[in-house]
């Protein structure tokens, strides 16, 4: 039984439902009674720092929809109690219904947040656009995942799937550890490279590059989880999937060549979402020590050699480029956040790398980056 006691006598009409515990009582509920059937699925995950995470899955159609970009993290079952737990479902193909919700269309707040049902124990988000909905349970450590039909699920879903409910499970928790936006590359014995910076600064073409070096590993490409302790900070990554639009794959002729297959997912702008842990599982790593912060920016005209720059910048800098789509992308995040993030870029140098002509010089120059930072 996944919840400690059998569903199947609160599976029935709730009666008036007056806040979050209520309301997430009758969701958890329908949940296990959708992730108790014989075609349930249970997956275990790395968490970081010793800590698992079990996602129980309502067949295997959703597992292989939403486990891909975190199967670099997969343990074997079984084993110690699980740290956090997730519950995923959707009512048209498991035939279980999920509660009306109680709120109405008045109190959705602008990400999605429902007014008056969020505190310091419960979130809840419906993303009207996505049709998912995100519960969390501080306390016991359970979320819940739903949506109508997984079928219909957008690409940034297939993604990253279960952001906020692994966003709230390191931020309610208070103990140094918390989810950024940002890329991270790395090498085996030198520590990792945070990559900052909007959509279109190069984030994205930098970590793919480093990618494909031999000496080079790929931490992460959108989100990644920071875990800040007294010795240093410690980049561990979430996903192991990257998305690519048309124009980035042109870059990687040996990228898109690899990853060209007729279980690609692609969304009507044209991205691709690659399954790194199927295709370069050789080339990822789960956790390094981070050594500095990078903010590339493509110039608007390139002139010159074209060469790489790195050029040094405060943390203040590194707080423009990583604490707003971090607190916008995240609904929950708030002052302790920033206060996060603001540690970070002042405990870590910080660098604008300019990015030059050719794509392939990248790793390169990044490794002679490297070997210069550890000489300080």
Request: proline content about 7%.
């Given at each position: 039984?996944?919840?400690?006691?059998s569903?199947a006598s609160?599976y029935r009409?709730a009666?008036?439902?007056?806040?979050?515990?209520e309301?997430?009582?009758?969701?958890?509920?329908?949940s296990a009674?959708?992730c108790e059937?014989?075609?349930?699925?249970?997956?275990?995950i790395?968490?970081g720092?010793?800590r698992?995470?079990?996602l129980?899955?309502?067949d295997d159609t959703?597992?292989n929809?939403?486990f891909?970009?975190l199967?670099?993290?997969?343990v074997?079952?079984g084993g110690t109690?699980?740290d956090?737990?997730?519950?995923a479902w959707?009512s048209?193909?498991?035939?279980?219904?999920?509660w009306p919700?109680p709120?109405?269309?008045?109190d959705?707040?602008?990400r999605?947040?429902i007014?008056?049902?969020?505190?310091?124990r419960?979130?809840v988000?419906?993303?009207l656009?996505?049709?998912?909905?995100?519960?969390y349970?501080?306390?016991?450590?359970i979320g819940?995942?739903?949506?109508?039909d997984?079928?219909q699920l957008?690409l940034?879903?297939?993604a990253?799937?279960?952001?906020?409910?692994?966003h709230w499970?390191?931020?309610l928790?208070?103990?140094?550890?918390?989810?950024?936006?940002?890329?991270?590359i790395?090498?085996?014995?030198?520590?990792a490279?945070?990559?900052?910076?909007?959509?279109?600064?190069g984030?994205?073409t930098?970590?793919l590059a480093?990618l494909?070096?031999h000496?080079?590993f790929?931490?992460a490409d959108?989100?990644?989880v920071?875990?800040?302790?007294?010795?240093?900070?410690t980049v561990?990554?979430?996903?192991?999937s990257?998305?690519?639009?048309?124009?980035?794959?042109?870059n990687f002729?040996?990228?898109?060549h690899s990853?060209?297959s007729?279980?690609?997912?692609?969304?009507p702008?044209?991205?691709?979402?690659?399954d790194?842990?199927?295709?370069f599982?050789?080339r990822?790593?789960k956790?390094?020590?981070?050594?500095?912060?990078l903010?590339?920016?493509?110039p608007?005209?390139?002139?010159?050699?074209?060469r790489n720059r790195f050029?040094?910048?405060?943390?203040?800098a590194?707080?423009?480029a990583?604490?707003p789509s971090t607190?916008?992308q995240?609904?929950?995040?708030?002052p302790?956040n920033?206060?996060m993030i603001?540690?970070?870029?002042?405990?870590?140098?910080?660098f604008?790398l300019?990015?030059?002509?050719?794509?392939?010089?990248?790793?390169?120059?990044l490794?002679?980056?490297m070997?210069?930072?550890?000489?300080?």
């Open positions: 039984m996944i919840v400690g006691c569903v609160q009409a009666p008036s439902i007056a806040g979050p515990a309301y997430f009582e009758r969701a958890l509920a329908a009674a959708a059937r014989p075609e349930a699925i249970v997956r275990r790395n968490l720092a010793g698992c995470g079990v129980h899955f309502c959703l597992e929809l939403l891909p970009p199967a670099h993290q997969g074997p079952n109690k699980p956090f737990k997730i519950l959707d048209l193909h498991s035939g279980v219904p999920m919700p709120w109405t269309t008045g959705y707040l602008a999605g947040e007014a008056g049902y969020n505190d310091e419960f979130r988000v419906f993303n656009d996505s049709g998912v909905l995100s519960f349970d501080a306390d016991r450590q819940l995942w739903w949506t109508q997984f079928a957008p940034y879903e297939r990253a799937p279960f952001l906020l409910l692994f499970w390191h931020s928790r208070r103990e140094g550890s918390f989810l950024l936006h940002a890329a991270a790395g090498t085996k014995n030198g520590g490279l945070l990559l900052a910076g909007r959509s279109g600064s984030k994205s930098t970590a480093s494909l070096d000496e080079w790929y931490v959108d989100y990644c920071i875990r800040a302790e007294a010795e240093g900070a561990h990554s979430l996903y192991c990257a998305k690519l639009d048309a124009k980035m794959l042109a002729p040996s990228l898109s990853v060209s007729p279980d690609g997912w692609r969304d702008q044209g991205k691709i979402l690659l790194l842990h199927r295709f599982p050789n990822l790593r956790e390094l020590a981070l050594r500095a912060i903010l590339p920016r493509v608007k005209e390139r002139i010159g050699s074209g050029i040094p910048v405060g943390a203040g590194a707080v423009r990583l604490a607190l916008f995240l609904p929950g995040a708030g302790n920033f206060r603001a540690a970070l870029t002042n405990r870590l140098p910080c604008q300019e990015l030059g002509r050719e794509v392939a010089g990248v790793p390169q120059s490794h002679k980056f070997k210069r930072l550890s000489s300080r």
